[in-house]
């Protein structure tokens, strides 16, 4: 081989031939234009498609709103509930060593596995009218099945692990040597947790918040088992979609529809400002001299 | 030591088992309240069996699909620059972020036969909406980012070194991504591939819709058990849940095993 030859390939010896990288770059983007952004548009488009002013008016119905509200109450109970718990879980499972801590983590991802469909029967299993504490709680006039609290309640199921997982990885990679100086320097628990520990998980902590946001808004099989599907009672936003579907309102449910994916692309928004964000600071600490004089 | 352990490892285990293990746990107690003859009764009848042929056929298919199609669009993320490439990243998590009704009903009206795609495919003879293409559809559509986000990272941890001493030896670029690249991001490959699996067998919002729902045709596991929940038959619904828990029980633990594989192979590469 003559060394002109040579000096081609050693350029191109960890990357293909610029047709084949071609080739692939186009295959791919022509599979994610048909599977993410074709269905995606196709959401927007269906829901404007007799006008603006429908479009508003299907948003303005009566029961669209309670399904809004509910969903609206239904993330501001299940988000904050399930923080607590990522907060605690990631500070005891990242911070200590102890037996079974391997299975913990691994129960904590559980809710991901369930399908959401088995996620709702369950709870239907307890506090159904036939269900374990069903007739007690029938005796004392509450309602959990086919009511808002069995939505919220199945809601936290399928949200449980979201901002957990993303804590756990998190203040495991920071360690606890911030903290432990903090608590000899005379800091109460909560004075380290709240100025040494959050501020360093704080975009961990959106990011998770974000996720488990989402899906505690969107989520639809646990919730459809548990609610009842009563207008303007019991109908979350997904719920009221797939009502109005069902009933032919196309441009309706696409208009409630558009909301969710609305809140869908300023998740990922927020997702990808976290990551560009994270990725920079990841670099400056790399950039910094290997001894840091302190 | 940093105080809060018991506090905190208290109520973790508190929420836990509110929230999942008893519940959980129900489940189970309620199936012992079956019969063995009213179980096998409610999980083998032909409806149930064919609804998980349809399950597992539907949710291998896609899940392969997502692998080949996963591993090509991470590989171009990984290692190609393009124009909006940072839009089309930020883009993969879209099926995790877009509730899945919403999903169902957009899929369901982009393939029926006067939907942007659904149109030309008629002309062509071959319908999408409304039978088990629809179904695998959906499910490619859930789980794309499983395998994408699975296999990136491992990608871009990974050490040209090895590729440029293989093109030193000799080797073709098919042979080194044969026999150097592919053999170091199998796990994380199959992790991707078991959790997009994973996730179709259990999937609903999104399939409803577009599937049609003709019992022994088009009718997927979870709707199943909604239906005899409808019924008012807890026993058989149960009976059908605990099947696709069991399922998710191993798939969880394939799952687990996947990722230690790949951290070794990651470890030993370092």
Redesign the interface.
């Known amino acids: 081989m003559s060394s002109p030859n040579q000096n081609m390939?050693s350029k191109a010896?960890?990357?293909?031939s610029p047709i084949v990288?071609l080739l692939?770059?186009g295959?791919?983007?022509v599979?994610?234009f048909?599977?993410?952004?074709?269905?995606?548009a196709?959401?927007f488009s269906?829901a404007l498609s007799k006008g603006f002013t429908t479009y508003l008016n299907a948003l303005g119905e009566p029961d669209a709103l309670s399904a809004i509200k509910l969903t609206l109450v239904t993330a501001v109970i299940a988000v904050p509930?399930n923080l607590?718990?990522g907060v605690?879980?990631a500070?005891?499972?990242a911070?200590?060593e102890?037996r079974g801590k391997s299975l913990?983590t691994?129960?904590?991802?559980?809710?991901f596995?369930?399908?959401?469909?088995?996620a709702g029967?369950?709870?239907?299993?307890?506090f159904?009218a036939?269900?374990?504490f069903g007739s007690w709680f029938e005796e004392h006039g509450i309602k959990i099945i086919f009511a808002i609290p069995g939505i919220i309640?199945a809601t936290?199921?399928v949200t449980?692990p979201f901002i957990a997982r993303e804590l756990i990885p998190l203040m495991q990679a920071q360690g606890?040597e911030e903290?432990?100086a903090a608590?000899v320097l005379g800091a109460?628990?909560w004075q380290?947790?709240r100025y040494v520990t959050l501020p360093n998980i704080k975009w961990g902590l959106i990011y998770g918040v974000i996720?488990c946001n989402?899906r505690a808004?969107?989520?639809?099989?646990a919730v459809?088992?548990v609610s009842g599907h009563i207008r303007g009672e019991t109908n979350t936003?997904?719920?009221q979609?797939?009502i109005l579907?069902n009933e032919y309102q196309?441009v309706a449910?696409?208009a409630v529809?558009s909301l969710?994916?609305l809140?869908?692309?300023v998740?990922?928004?927020i997702?990808?400002a976290f990551e560009w964000k994270h990725s920079r600071e990841m670099k400056k600490l790399a950039d910094l001299p290997p001894e840091r004089p302190y | 030591m940093l105080p809060g352990f018991k506090l905190t490892l208290g109520f973790t285990l508190f929420y836990l088992s509110l929230i999942v293990l008893i519940p959980l746990s129900a489940l189970i107690f309620k199936t012992f309240s079956i019969s063995w003859d009213q179980f096998i009764t409610a999980v083998t009848s032909e409806r149930v069996v064919a609804s998980y042929k349809l399950t597992f056929g539907a949710s291998l298919i896609a899940a392969l699909v997502n692998a080949v199609f996963g591993l090509l669009i991470a590989w171009v993320l990984v290692r190609y620059d393009f124009f909006g490439k940072k839009i089309i990243d930020a883009l993969i998590d879209l099926p995790f972020a877009l509730p899945t009704a919403v999903a169902g009903i957009s899929l369901t009206a982009l393939l029926t036969s006067n939907g942007w795609v659904g149109q030309y495919t008629e002309k062509l003879g071959v319908q999408l909406a409304f039978n088990p293409n629809g179904i695998v559809i959906a499910l490619i559509f859930i789980g794309l980012p499983f395998v994408v986000r699975t296999v990136q990272p491992v990608l871009e941890d990974a050490e040209k070194e090895l590729e440029e001493a293989a093109t030193c030896l000799g080797a073709t670029r098919i042979q080194t991504f044969t026999r150097v690249i592919f053999p170091s991001i199998a796990p994380a490959l199959l992790t991707g591939f078991a959790m997009a699996f994973a996730r179709a067998i259990g999937e609903y919002g999104s399939v409803i819709f577009i599937a049609g729902n003709m019992p022994l045709v088009s009718e997927i596991t979870p709707l199943i058990i909604i239906g005899k929940l409808e019924q008012f038959d807890y026993a058989g619904a149960t009976s059908v849940a605990v099947v696709l828990l069991a399922f998710s029980f191993m798939m969880l633990l394939t799952i687990n095993a996947l990722q230690t594989w790949q951290r070794k192979l990651t470890g030993a590469a370092l």
Request: hydrophobic residues 60%; proline residues 4%.
């Open positions: 390939r010896e960890t990357t293909e990288r692939l770059i295959v791919a983007l599979f994610l048909l599977f993410l952004v074709l269905p995606l196709t959401v269906e509930l607590i718990f605690a879980a500070w005891c499972i911070k200590y102890f913990l691994t129960l904590i991802d559980l809710p596995s369930v399908s959401p469909v088995v029967l369950i709870y239907v299993l307890i159904g036939q269900g374990w309640l936290i199921f449980f606890s903290e432990q608590i109460s628990g380290t947790f996720l989402a808004m969107g989520e639809f099989g459809s088992v936003m997904p719920l979609v797939e579907y196309s449910a696409f529809a969710l994916a809140l869908a692309l998740t990922l928004a997702k990808s």
